[in-house]
């Protein structure tokens, strides 16, 4: 596609419910990122990817958080049990290499919200 | 680690003003810079980046940043805005050593020009 694609747009959890958001990178792009931006805040760095291989995941809040992203395209983060402070934009961005030169492309995002 | 401090949380401008966004940088390494904009509903987008050389960067939409090493800031500017220019503006900075592209963003700056 022409851009990052992220879907669904925006999620309503029930307080304990398990979650699966949804990252279409752009075509070929090596890298891919997760980010959760909290109401009034900047981004904050959850998790990489180089290909398939999930590089650093040091940013990911607690166990109940997990990235995937098998075939090296589309990544998948999974949130169980989902809490009240899970409430956030989660960002999708990817970039065509694994350097800082190249640009990180972001997607629309999904805003989760849990009741 | 790095941080960054976004010194204004909103900044209000008359259209054809100049403005200023202001950006700290915290880091114990060597940095790269970026500013992002974001539009209302849709992805982060960006609009400059400083990787190395001229410290005076050039981006899109008529915006520019000034590096300065000595006093960690990366200010964003505008000789004249435009009501289009109305939007959240995000500095970041990945630093040289982390995860390669991995970007600490400040809490953003929402930039309201009026007519």
């Known amino acids: 596609g022409a851009g990052v694609s992220q879907s669904p747009r925006y999620k309503v959890a029930k307080r304990g419910q398990d979650v699966a958001l949804r990252c279409d990178p752009i075509s070929g792009h090596v890298s891919l990122f997760w980010y959760q931006q909290a109401l009034g805040q900047g981004p904050e760095f959850l998790t990489y990817?180089?290909?398939?291989?999930?590089?650093?995941k040091s940013g990911l809040p607690s166990d109940r958080f997990f990235a995937e992203r098998p075939e090296g395209s589309v990544s998948t983060l999974k949130i169980q049990r989902t809490q009240q402070e899970d409430s956030a934009v989660y960002l999708c961005?990817?970039?065509?290499?694994?350097?800082?030169?190249?640009?990180?492309?972001f997607g629309q995002g999904t805003r989760l919200t849990v009741v | 680690a790095q941080s960054v401090t976004q010194l204004d949380s909103q900044v209000p401008v008359f259209e054809e003003a100049p403005v200023e966004l202001r950006c700290n940088y915290s880091s114990s390494v060597s940095v790269y810079l970026f500013w992002y904009v974001q539009y209302p509903n849709q992805g982060l987008q960006l609009l400059l980046k400083y990787l190395s050389g001229s410290t005076l960067v050039k981006g899109i939409n008529g915006f520019e940043a000034e590096f300065n090493k000595s006093q960690t800031s990366f200010h964003l500017r505008k000789p004249s805005v435009h009501i289009s220019d109305t939007a959240e503006y995000f500095c970041?900075?990945?630093?040289?050593?982390?995860?390669?592209?991995?970007?600490?963003f400040g809490r953003g700056t929402q930039l309201t020009v009026w007519p």
């Open positions: 990817f180089q290909n398939e291989a999930q590089l650093d």
């Open positions: 970041a900075v990945s630093g040289r050593g982390s995860t390669l592209g991995r970007l600490y």
């Open positions: 961005a990817s970039s065509l290499t694994g350097t800082v030169s190249a640009e990180a492309f």
